[in-house]
């Protein structure tokens, strides 16, 4: 090894993972609650976690979310190569190890196409942040990403771009990707955009929407990055 190597291995990053099986069980059991609540239907949309060794699980491609079980879950490096499961892991797999790879406080990442969210996603219009609240939550408006198709090498950093100062962002003509500091975090995410989501597109049926006043924008941004920067990692 020369002096280099030394040298990088020192200035290796930490990262936001937890030990396999809770993370195996909270994908598990984040995959069925969203089926459950309705942000997807048939086999659509993925969930994942990252694990303390710096693998990722995720769920499999084409498999229906009420008999998914625990052995049909798949681990995959950063580079999406299986490191172990029996099933092909989901071929949306790219978005979410993106976003592992840009952030390293990451904990847990849901995909999702929830109604309201792909509304926007379709329309190409980010989803303003109607709620104080949502601010703390997602950092702001919801971004629409550029379209790039599924599967595509464009379309992981494409995303990730759209993450850095954000829990959330829209893929165009698509739907909605979150993330958060576990996988619970992260669905709770997707349920805080797709509620703001329906709230936004019902208030601006009702007449003129008000946006928060800008002080208190920046003030609720201010305590979205203190938590990001300072919580998320265990
Ligand atoms: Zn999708």
């Known amino acids: 090894m020369t002096t280099s190597d030394t040298t990088t ?7 936001n993972g937890r030990p396999l099986d809770e993370v195996r069980t909270s994908v598990l059991e984040a995959a069925k609650h969203m089926y459950e609540r309705g942000l997807v239907e048939g086999t659509a949309g993925n969930v994942s976690g990252r694990v303390d060794d710096g693998t990722v699980v ?11 079980a625990l052995a049909d879950l798949v681990q995959v490096d950063l580079d999406g190569h299986v490191v172990s499961g029996e099933r092909s892991p989901t071929s949306e797999k790219i978005v ?21 969210a792909s509304m926007y996603a379709v329309a190409h219009q980010a989803i303003p942040a109607a709620i104080d609240e949502f601010i703390v939550y997602i950092g702001g408006d919801v971004p629409c990403c550029s379209y790039h198709p599924s599967g595509s090498d464009e379309l992981g950093p494409e995303v990730a771009k759209n993450l850095a100062e954000r829990s959330a962002a829209l893929m165009a003509n698509h739907g909605l990707v979150a993330i958060g500091k576990s996988v619970d975090d992260a669905l709770h995410s997707a349920l805080v955009v797709e509620h703001n989501a329906q709230i936004f597109w019902g208030a601006k049926l009702l007449g003129e929407v008000v946006a928060l006043p800008e002080k208190d924008q920046k003030n609720f941004t201010n305590v979205y990055r203190y938590i990001r920067d300072y919580t998320w990692m265990p």
């Open 9 to 15: 291995t020192g200035d290796e990053v930490a990262v």
């Open 58 to 68: 995720v769920t499999p491609s084409s498999l229906g979310y009420e008999e998914m």
């Open 96 to 116: 979410h190890l993106a976003a592992y790879a840009a952030y390293p406080e990451v904990g847990g990442v849901v995909h999702c196409h929830a109604r309201y």
